[in-house]
């Protein structure tokens, strides 16, 4: 269901716009008991490896603007997704927004994240689906409204042709359950360098939102 990367900009017409929210490269493990939930976590050399690698996938034509969160690994991710595609020094602006975007009570969440990473987003995601969107105790904000938020807030930072924002997987899933009506599991994640590319034409008005992944495969299987 995802689309190679490659295929994807390949069939991209030259009067249209990307606005791609994409899962940082591959990382090191994070431990059970780091105290920062991986935050300090960076990336792996076989994930800087992947971002430029998609960078190359990037056409030469067009303008190009770079988004992160502030951890590490996503910065770097851009930073290599730029180089990729042949800027020297990639500018990545820091959005906090990137780092907890779908977050409403920051001490719920912590208490998701150590009772189970997966299991609690999944969990979540299930229960907006099935109407009882208090199933987490209000650790998220409500899918439907948040992750139209995030599709605004990309529409209207990204002033480029290609316009690259690097995440984490806990705000990608969401918006791709959301948006492409994709359902993960556990189980059934998704892989780095993956994520949701919206294309739009050259005043911003949304054409299609499809599945996209850097990757041989956009899934991560455990």
């Known amino acids: 269901m995802f689309i190679p990367a490659s295929t994807f900009f390949n069939s991209l017409a030259s009067d249209e716009r990307v606005f791609l929210l994409v899962r940082h490269g591959e990382r090191n493990h994070i431990t059970p008991n780091d105290p920062d939930f ?23 034509e067009g303008d190009i603007c770079f988004y992160s969160s502030p951890v590490g690994r996503c910065v770097e991710t851009a930073e290599f997704i730029g ?11 820091k959005l906090d927004c990137l780092a907890e975007y779908f977050v409403q009570d920051y001490g719920e969440y ?21 109407g009882n969107p208090r199933g987490e105790k209000e650790a998220f904000a409500p899918l439907p409204a948040r992750s139209e938020e995030m599709l605004a807030m990309m529409l209207e930072k990204g002033g480029a042709r290609f316009n690259i924002f690097a995440t ?6 969401p918006c791709l359950t959301h948006f492409c009506k994709m359902t993960f599991t556990p189980q059934r994640w998704m892989n780095y360098l993956t994520g ?24 991560l299987s455990f």
């Not at 984490?168 to 899933?173: E, K, L, S």
């Open 38 to 60: 991986g935050a300090h976590v960076g990336l792996t050399e076989r994930g800087r490896e992947q971002a430029l690698s998609l960078g190359k996938c990037i056409p030469a």
């Open 83 to 93: 180089k990729g595609r042949g800027v020297e020094n990639p500018h990545v602006e």
């Open 110 to 130: 912590t208490k998701v994240l150590r009772a189970g990473f997966y299991e609690g987003i999944c969990e979540w995601l299930k229960n907006e689906a099935t």
């Open 168 to 173: 984490h997987d806990a705000w990608v899933v």
């Open 196 to 219: 949701m590319a919206v294309v739009t034409d050259a005043q911003k008005n949304v054409k299609r939102i499809e599945p996209v992944t850097g990757l041989d495969t956009g899934w």
